[in-house]
């Protein structure tokens, strides 16, 4: 079975500053993608980056980008020049492909609080 | 365009109630999730419809838990019967290309 983990509870940071956010996922498939989500402090989820296995190139937006290294199944997320309301929890996920769908396994969150 | 809708945003059941959640799936999207997020489990895969027909109930407790999708523009998830541990924060996801799934905000259910 698909398994995301993120050890990091928690991360704080000053503003304008890089932050660097750690997943690692266990997975049998060949093909897989992985995502990143913010969870605001309203609840309010919203879909970040994305990086697919097959691709070597390290996906990017805006001031999000990831660190893929596949041989260690991790995948990073770095945000640069942060910004107070960049304090959210961070969810790394995974959606396999198989028989039965494309539902998402979520690792834990990490906490980020940036302060001025 | 207007994102993920869900109704109602929170609600209050006593035990051995029924709740019933609604979710209206962004325009054009052929995919709706359900997920349930608690402090204890985190973020769970419930069930998953594709072009409103069931394809994975995998997440789904066995009992008591029921979801359709009758049309296009809404799902509802059933719980009969609540109980305390069903307390918790279920979200509505839709997909265009089953990639990036787009979240709803969520009802937060409370069963006393």
């Known amino acids: 079975a698909q398994k995301v983990t993120q050890t990091q509870t928690s991360i704080s940071v000053v503003e304008k500053t890089t932050v660097t956010m750690d997943c690692v996922y266990e997975?049998?498939?060949?093909?897989?993608?992985l995502f990143w989500y913010k969870q605001t402090a309203s609840g309010e989820i919203v879909f970040l980056i994305r990086q697919d296995s097959y691709k070597k190139e390290n996906a990017t937006v805006g001031h999000y980008s990831l660190n893929f290294q596949k041989p260690k199944s991790s995948i990073g997320l770095i945000i640069t020049a942060t910004q107070i309301e960049d304090s959210a929890v961070y969810f790394c996920a995974m959606r396999e492909r198989d028989n039965m769908g494309y539902k998402l396994t979520f690792g834990t969150g990490t906490s980020l609080l940036v302060d001025p | 365009n207007a994102g993920v809708i869900q109704t109602p945003r929170h609600k209050v059941t006593g035990k051995g109630q029924e709740a019933t959640l609604w979710c209206e799936p962004i325009s054009g999207h052929s995919a709706v999730f359900w997920y349930r997020q608690t402090i204890v489990q985190g973020l769970e895969f419930l069930t998953y419809?594709?072009?409103?027909?069931?394809?994975?109930d995998s997440g789904m407790p066995k009992e008591r838990f029921s979801a359709q999708m009758p049309n296009q523009s809404h799902s509802t998830l059933k719980i009969q019967s609540t109980q305390p541990q069903d307390s918790a924060v279920y979200l509505c996801a839709s997909s265009l290309d089953s990639y990036e799934q787009y979240f709803g905000p969520g009802t937060r259910l409370t069963v006393l």
């Open positions: 997975t049998r498939d060949s093909s897989y993608f």
């Open positions: 419809f594709r072009n409103q027909a069931p394809i994975d």
